[in-house]
């Protein structure tokens, strides 16, 4: 089974910037869509940024529009997400994601993806 590995989570300041990249454990992995959800302690884990491997469509959660770009590399199998102008709000563990099988509706919805990788923490100060 096809593992999703994150990195670049870490503490910032509000307004500071971070990278972070999502890396699948097979060189040959091949996915319809890929998305970014993040989770705060004691809610439900969201939404935030998705993109279609082949045509490059992307899509943004309100929240983040104009702040956070969700980008692929196909060279390298590997998605990333550039967050710049962080809050405290964007707070959370941020996960990525995966449809591997075909089915591709609505690229917001959790119960969409089938890979999900473990995590990493992003924190910002105030």
């Known amino acids: 089974q096809v593992q999703l590995v994150e990195s670049g989570g870490g503490l910032v300041h509000s307004g500071d910037s971070l990278k972070l990249s999502c890396a699948a454990s097979?060189?040959?992995?091949?996915?319809?869509?890929m998305a970014w959800f993040r989770q705060a302690p004691g809610k439900e884990r969201e939404f935030v940024a998705a993109i279609n491997w082949s045509a490059g469509s992307t899509y943004y959660a309100n929240s983040v529009k104009g702040r956070f770009t969700i980008s692929k590399d196909n060279a390298k199998n590997t998605m990333s997400l550039q967050m710049n102008s962080l809050k405290p709000e964007d707070t959370a563990v941020y996960y990525c994601a995966s449809q591997d099988r075909g089915f591709y509706s609505d690229p917001t919805l959790v119960d969409v993806y089938n890979t999900w990788g473990q995590g990493t923490q992003v924190t910002v100060s105030s």
């Open positions: 097979e060189r040959t992995f091949f996915s319809y869509g």
